[in-house]
C-alpha cells in the first residue's frame, strides 16, 4: 500500500445523494462502501454501481461480519465519510450497534482514531431534501434531530450539514495529512 484511502459509505438515504457521489467521483483513492439501502437508493436515483465501478472499488453489504472493516487495524484508510447518512444509522452510531457493514465502519474507524464525517439526512426541523422526482420538503422527528446533535459530540467526529460542509471538512481533513 503506498499511502492510506478514503473509505466512503453509502447508506438507504437519498439526500442529496447525487451530490455527494458527484464529489466523491473528484478524490482520489476513495473506496466505495454500500449498505444493502444504499444499493437499492442509488438504482433510485440512476447512479448504476457498474459505472462507479470504474472510478472506485466497492464493497457491498453480503457478510454478517463485514470483513472489510478489518483493514481500518491495518492503516488502509485515514478518514471515514458516510455521507449520506438515514437517521437509522445515525441512530445505530449513536447507540453503539455495529450490526451491518457500515455501522462496522464507523465502529471500527472510532476505535482505530480514524477521523470520520458524517452528512445525516435529518439536520433541522424543517427542510429541503432530494427525492427521486426532486426536491420535497420533510419534517424530521425530534428524535432524529437528537441523534444527529448528539453524535456531534463524538470523538474523531464531524458531523456536516450540507454538500458544501462535506467538501470543507475533506479539504481541512486533506490538509491535516500533507
Given amino acids: 500500500m503506498t499511502s492510506p484511502r478514503i473509505a466512503w459509505a453509502v447508506t438507504g438515504s437519498g439526500h442529496y ?10 478524490l482520489d483513492n476513495v473506496d466505495l462502501y454500500l449498505s444493502q439501502a444504499g444499493e437499492e437508493v442509488l438504482k433510485m436515483y440512476g447512479i448504476q454501481i457498474n459505472d462507479l465501478r470504474d472510478k472506485v472499488r466497492i464493497y457491498r453489504d453480503k457478510a454478517a461480519s463485514a470483513p472489510p472493516v478489518g483493514l ?5 484508510y ?10 437509522n444509522t ?6 453503539g450497534i455495529a450490526d451491518s457493514l457500515v455501522t462496522n465502519l464507523y465502529s ?3 476505535k482505530c482514531r480514524i477521523p470520520n464525517i458524517v452528512y445525516p439526512c435529518d439536520i433541522a426541523p424543517e427542510m429541503k431534501t432530494t427525492a427521486p ?3 420535497v420538503m420533510v419534517y424530521p422527528r425530534k428524535i ?3 441523534a444527529t446533535e448528539k453524535l456531534r459530540s463524538f470523538e474523531y467526529t464531524t458531523v456536516v450539514e450540507s454538500v458544501d460542509e462535506l467538501q470543507l471538512a475533506m479539504q481541512q481533513r486533506l490538509a491535516s495529512l500533507s
Fill in 72 to 76: 481500518f487495524y491495518k492503516g488502509y
Fill in 17 to 26: 445523494i447525487e451530490e455527494c457521489i458527484e464529489y466523491m467521483l473528484t
Fill in 144 to 146: 432524529d434531530l437528537e
Fill in 78 to 87: 485515514h478518514t471515514l465519510i458516510v455521507a449520506p447518512t438515514t437517521s
Fill in 108 to 110: 471500527q474507524a472510532g
Fill in 133 to 135: 422526482g426532486g426536491e
Fill in 90 to 95: 445515525v441512530a445505530k452510531f449513536v447507540l
